[in-house]
């Protein structure tokens, strides 16, 4: 079993930035494919953004496109989130999630590990 923690998220000033991380716990998530989804009030959940094993492979929704960036240290068990240029559209519960076996860009049966999110606010 893998737990999902993540933190960062706040309250912040459109224009400001947030970097969000995931440290995960249980077992090591190196060699795992992972991910951030987020979803705001009365919506679906969305990705935002995933990375492979080894982080050279990374992708992201197009709204999030050249403002967000997506790493990982697999040293430290962790992947993180660096939201720059934040929009108030931005404002969610973030997500991450992980795979249990696969390490390629995109898990074909979807995420076995979810966290618990994280809130992000952005003010107008």
């Known amino acids: 079993q893998v737990q999902l923690v993540e933190s960062g998220g706040g309250l912040v000033q459109a224009g400001g930035s947030l970097r969000l991380s995931c440290a995960a716990s249980?077992?090591?998530?190196?060699?795992?494919?992972m991910g951030w989804f987020r979803q705001a009030p009365g919506k679906e959940r969305e990705f935002v953004a995933a990375?492979?094993?080894?982080?050279?492979?990374?992708y992201y929704a197009d709204s999030v496109k050249g403002r967000f960036t997506i790493s990982r240290d697999n040293a430290k068990n962790t992947v993180y989130l660096q939201m720059n240029s934040l929009k108030p559209e931005d404002t969610a519960v973030y997500y991450c999630?992980?795979?249990?076996?696969?390490?390629?860009?995109?898990?074909?049966?979807?995420?076995?590990?979810w966290g618990q999110g994280t809130q992000v606010t952005v003010s107008s």
């Open positions: 999630a992980a795979s249990a076996y696969y390490r390629g860009d995109f898990p074909p049966g979807g995420y076995d590990y």
């Open positions: 249980g077992r090591t998530v190196s060699s795992s494919a």
């Open positions: 990375i492979n094993w080894s982080g050279v492979n990374t």
